[in-house]
């Protein structure tokens, strides 16, 4: 077992883990944050996508011990108490969830999409979404609200 250091969602936590401990594992098997979800478990999904610094990464292919002081956003971190996250009032808008599976993943990708590139064309949603994959909507109404979320940060 090794001691580390991690901010998730805000809140500063020391885990005692195992060398071969994934960050996903420790995420919804630790500390039961299920929201981030355990697709392929290979990298290939987008499925266990987290906020990494700032940065959409799949959780599933990263050993937490490697984590040490990094910043961890999770999709539970993304709404304040009652109040969703933009991005997921636009997924909830264009109707872009069947099964929900992949949501999870597809919002932290466009939320850190946005973060960088706050009016992206559809060309670079597709790019950005290359490692996300979904067996139910066809990709279009994710597309959609993707850019309803971009279009609503100038209504803000
Ligand atoms: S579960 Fe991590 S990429 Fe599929
Ligand atoms: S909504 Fe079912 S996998 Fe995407």
Redesign the pocket.
């Known amino acids: 077992m090794k001691s580390i250091m991690m901010k998730i969602n805000g809140d500063q936590y020391t885990l005692e883990i195992q060398d071969n401990w994934t960050l ?1 594992y420790v995420l919804r098997d630790v500390l039961h944050l299920t929201g981030t ?13 987290v906020l990494i610094n700032g940065i959409a990464k ?4 990263l050993l937490a011990k490697n984590l040490e002081n990094h910043e961890i956003t999770t999709i539970e971190g993304l709404s304040q108490r009652d109040k969703l996250h933009p991005v997921q009032e636009a997924f909830i808008e264009a109707g872009a969830i069947q099964c929900g599976f992949c949501t999870p ?1 597809m919002v932290i990708t466009a939320v850190a999409l946005l973060d960088q590139n706050p009016y992206p064309t559809e060309n670079e949603i597709v790019v950005a979404l290359e ?1 996300n994959l979904c067996r139910c909507t066809g990709y279009k109404k994710i597309i959609d609200a993707i850019r309803l979320a971009s279009k609503k940060r100038d209504r803000r």
């Open positions: 996903l979800k355990y697709g392929c478990g290979t990298g290939d999904c987008g499925a266990c996508k799949n959780s599933c292919t993943g490692n």
